[in-house]
Every structure is written in structure tokens, then in C-alpha cells.
């Protein structure tokens, strides 16, 4: 990543804000690339990237990668005197949701040169208000996945076959019943879906 393009650490420092982060760097190696090279001030961790700190709990561990046992893991989050205690919400929101969010929360936004993949949670945790509503993407090698609401589709090259399924993730949360011949209409929106946004971004090598 270039050392200029924006990020949530030299926005919220443009503010006032001192910065700092723990944890692995995945976007270029030194000496070109840093952290402190991309607004933060301190940096304490990894740069090499590829360190697993956790054993992720998963739903089925048998069955990793764009299944919901390899991407959906606990979050936690804590605001003495301005979130509630002890609330319990299955909301799916993805890492790429913070940055809007903590920007929202500082007073600022992102730059509009460069705007953001995700959507700021702040409204729904801070004031009740409505659930962000969007479609979530995934991919990796070989693997697809798009989720609307509480479907989801899932594409997976199976010994050169594509396979595709289709889910619904607030019945089926082990991802064990294919609606894809049952739904075929809904299996077709977010298939066109996940190709369009798929479609803009860099292919796999």
C-alpha cells in the first residue's frame, strides 16, 4: 500500500488523534512500507504478517475457509456509559465496517477521493437506529461467497467443477441444507451479485 493513501491512523491523526497499532503489517515490506510509514505513530508487532495469534472458534472446523465456520468469529465491544452492558446482537458486521465507524466517532469522515468498502455502525450501536443494509463479499482462491440479509452464496472449485450453494445462514448456521435448486431466483441475484463486484477488483494471480 503506498505510504500515501489514506488510512484510518492519518485521518484520525489529521484530527488530533495519536495513533498507534498491534499487531501483523500485511501491506509491503521494509523499508518501503511500515506502519509508521502510513500514519501511525507507533507500531508494535509482526511485519511479516502471516502470524496467528488465536485459535478461532469456529462453527464446524471441519469445513474452514468462506464456510461461517471460517469467517465468522465473536466480537466484542465495550463502551462504559455509552453502550449498554450485556447486549447480545447477531448483526453480521465485517472488519472493513470499523473504518467508517471509528471516523464517525472521531467527528471525521474518509477521504472522498478514497471511499470506503464498509458503512459506519455508528447510528445502530450508539442510537438504535436502523441496521446498515448492504451486501458482504468474500473471496479467496478458488472460493466465493456473497451474504444478503440471511442468504448467502457460496462458490467453490470442487476438482475443476464449480459448485455453487445458496443458504439460509439464520436457519442453517452449519451451512448443511443447498437451497440453490429450491430458490434458483435468489441463487441467481446474488451470484450476478457477488460477479459484479468481483469483477472491479484485482483477479488472483
Known amino acids: 500500500m503506498s505510504p500515501g493513501h489514506p ?3 492519518s485521518l484520525l491523526g489529521a484530527t488530533g488523534y495519536e495513533t498507534a497499532m498491534c499487531g501483523k503489517w500485511h ?7 511500515s506502519p509508521t510509514k502510513s500514519g501511525w505513530q507507533e507500531f508494535f508487532g509482526n511485519f511479516a504478517g502471516g502470524v496467528d495469534y488465536f485459535s478461532h472458534v469456529s462453527i464446524d472446523s471441519a469445513r474452514p475457509d468462506l464456510y461461517e465456520g471460517g469467517i465468522r468469529v465473536p466480537q466484542i465491544v465495550r463502551w462504559p456509559g455509552v453502550i449498554g452492558q450485556r447486549q447480545v446482537t447477531g448483526v453480521p458486521m465485517v472488519a472493513y465496517d470499523w473504518f467508517p465507524t471509528l471516523l464517525e466517532l472521531a467527528g471525521t469522515r474518509p477521504d472522498p477521493a478514497h471511499p470506503t468498502d464498509g458503512v459506519s455502525f455508528a447510528p445502530y450501536l450508539l442510537r438504535g ?10 473471496r479467496m482462491r ?9 442468504y448467502k452464496y457460496h462458490s467453490a472449485l470442487n476438482g475443476g467443477t464449480v459448485v455453487e450453494s445458496l443458504f439460509n445462514i439464520a436457519d442453517d448456521q452449519r451451512e448443511m441444507a443447498n437451497l440453490a435448486t429450491r430458490e434458483p431466483a435468489v441463487l441467481a441475484d446474488l451470484k450476478a451479485a457477488w460477479q459484479k463486484v468481483n469483477t472491479g477488483l484485482i483477479p488472483y494471480a
Not at 437506529?129 to 468474500?138: H, K, M, S, T
Request: glycine share 18%.
Open 27 to 33: 501491506c509491503g515490506f521494509l523499508p518501503d512500507f
Open 7 to 9: 488510512t484510518l491512523a
Open 142 to 150: 478458488g472460493q466465493g461467497a456473497l451474504r444478503r440479509g440471511d
Open 129 to 138: 437506529g436502523d441496521v446498515p443494509q448492504r451486501d458482504l463479499f468474500w
